[in-house]
């Protein structure tokens, strides 16, 4: 178990399809992320939130919604997306979102868009 | 805004032998923090080292180390005594240390790492 757990591992969903990931931390963090890792591009950080409060998005389209309903559960909601929304998508966490001893992540949902 | 790059798209190393990854990154900043990931095909980004700018000396973890050149903007990430189950991608990544500053990790584009048997 590596702490961070992201469920589906795999998701294939249409344009008009609204569905969910999930990510689960059980290591006491306060802070979790979601990243979006598109090919041949870095890493993109899509939203922090730090005990449930939503600290940072990055210019985010509204298609994607983020919910933390408290420190142990993130959630990306997904609606009406595009196939360039295609990507890995990455949830990690943190003691706390200003500390500096790095993330711990989850192995992520491979998300395609038909 | 910092950035970080990573110019070797792929590199290969044979099992047993030493290979460096390079990075540079670019920032006005005096205080940060610079991390090495690796990303296995199980996808979890693991996290191999981590380096304080205020710190001279190198960090290291067993068969892990950098080299560090604060001046030049560089921290490459050297692997010795090659082993199979280095095979990944590995991402450097910069996060400054002042409060207030952008507190979220920015990250290279990554170097996919090949160990032949």
């Known amino acids: 178990e590596t702490g961070v757990t992201q469920t589906p591992r795999h998701l294939v969903m249409g344009m008009t399809n609204k569905k969910s990931l999930k990510c689960e931390q059980h290591?006491?963090?306060?802070?979790m992320y979601w990243y979006k890792q598109s090919a041949k591009k870095p890493l993109e950080l899509m939203f922090v939130y730090s005990l449930e409060e939503r600290v940072e998005n990055n210019s985010v389209p509204s298609r994607f919604s983020p919910e933390c309903p408290n420190s142990s559960h993130l959630f990306l909601h997904l609606h009406t997306l595009q196939p360039e929304d295609s990507a890995l998508y990455l949830c990690?966490?943190?003691?706390?979102?200003?500390?500096?001893?790095?993330?711990?992540f989850g192995s992520g949902t491979r998300l395609t868009v038909v | 805004a910092q950035t970080v790059t990573q110019s070797q798209p792929e590199m290969s190393v044979q099992e047993a032998e030493t290979v460096t990854l390079s990075c540079t990154y670019d920032?006005?900043?005096?205080?940060?923090?610079l991390f090495w990931y690796k990303q296995p095909p199980s996808r979890q980004m693991i996290l191999v080292i981590r380096?304080?700018?205020?710190?001279?000396q190198n960090a290291t973890e067993n068969r892990f180390s950098v080299n560090f050149q604060k001046a030049a903007k560089s921290f490459s990430l050297k692997i010795s005594d090659s082993q199979l189950g280095d095979a990944a991608m590995y991402f450097c990544?910069?996060?400054?240390?002042?409060?207030?500053?952008?507190?979220?990790?920015?990250f290279g584009k990554g170097t996919k790492l090949t160990v032949n048997p």
């Open positions: 920032t006005s900043e005096s205080d940060y923090y």
């Open positions: 290591l006491g963090h306060n802070a």
């Open positions: 380096q304080e700018a205020y710190k001279q």
């Open positions: 990690a966490s943190s003691q706390d979102w200003r500390q500096h001893y790095g993330y711990t």
């Open positions: 990544a910069y996060r400054s240390a002042y409060q207030g500053g952008s507190e979220k990790l920015v």
